[in-house]
């Protein structure tokens, strides 16, 4: 009996030193790393904002924008994923599920709305917030970027010119299968409201709303990418060049084709070594 009982007694002294050795290392991560992933939404309109992280005290949000068409498993592996590498840097990361069945201008409303959403609820101000997107989310990252005065932007191969990309997918099915539904209601729009095409190409283009884009940019292209040809990015860079801005990193991969992933090899060792820098001097 005797035995029993001081077997049992080193069993229990030997869960609470374990208990104990775990809850201190758990108070010794740094915010923002958790021993586990937390996953919990925001419901915004008839979409989601996906978070990532530890609800504490929040001083820095990563907004991440998955590309192709809209997608719930896309937007939580994009959450989880950006959280997995880049949550260590301090970052609580925010992925943007946006509904299905948008226009262009509508899915770009509503990337604005979410980060005004995220600026009140979680009290980050635009300076503290950089917005990542990849093909069409980059696209989005910029426009959205460009219409609430962000202070840093990453665009991974993302088109910069919205005439030029509707040209592109005309001779590719695939590619038309997901922009020729933009074009129809951005040329719907034009001719309802007797506006001038040209203008509005424009005016929804990253590339001729330059001088409106004040903080820090990545630019992030593969040389081999035949989807969303480099040439939008390199456009977009000389474009900035000719504004005057010197706020832009131009990264391009020579081996790498369209969608390769921003959390693997040199891609993430660059935007990391950007979103260190953007930390340091926000």
């Not at 010119?161 to 539904?181: Q, Y």
């Not at 209601?185 to 283009?205: A, G, H, M, P, R």
């Not at 504004?243 to 131009?250: Q, R």
Request: glycine fraction near 8%.
């Amino acid at each position: 009996m005797k035995t029993k009982i001081h077997r049992l007694f080193i069993v229990i002294l030997l869960s609470s030193t374990i208990f104990i050795a775990a809850l201190t290392l758990f108070l010794m991560l740094p915010p923002g790393v958790s021993t586990h992933l937390r996953l919990y939404e925001e419901v915004l309109g008839n979409g989601r904002i996906l978070i990532c992280g530890q609800n504490t005290t929040i001083s820095h949000a990563l907004v991440v924008i998955h590309g192709g068409r809209a997608s719930s498993q896309a937007a939580v592996e994009y959450c989880k994923s950006f959280y997995d590498k880049l949550g260590d840097l301090g970052f609580l990361v925010f992925s943007i599920d946006y509904p299905e069945n948008m226009t262009l201008m509508d899915e770009i409303n509503y990337v604005v709305k979410a980060i005004e959403y995220i600026k009140m609820k979680y009290f980050i101000n635009y300076e503290k917030m950089c917005i990542i997107g990849t093909s069409r989310g980059g696209y989005l990252a910029l426009m959205a970027g460009i219409k609430t005065g962000l202070e840093c932007i990453v665009d991974a191969y993302g088109p910069t010119d919205l005439e030029e990309t509707f040209n592109h997918a005309r001779r590719d099915p695939a590619l038309w299968s997901e922009w020729g539904g933009y074009y129809t209601s951005i040329i719907k729009n034009i001719e309802d409201n007797k506006l001038n095409k040209t203008l509005v190409l424009q005016d929804l283009s990253p590339i001729y709303n330059v001088a409106k884009i004040h903080g820090r940019i990545l630019l992030m292209h593969g040389l081999r990418d035949e989807t969303i040809p480099p040439t939008h990015t390199v456009m977009l860079a000389e474009a900035l060049e000719k504004e005057g801005k010197t706020n832009y990193v131009i990264k391009l991969y020579e081996e790498e084709r369209h969608g390769f992933s921003l959390l693997k090899g040199k891609p993430y060792e660059d935007l990391r070594k950007f979103l260190q820098e953007f930390l340091e001097k926000s």
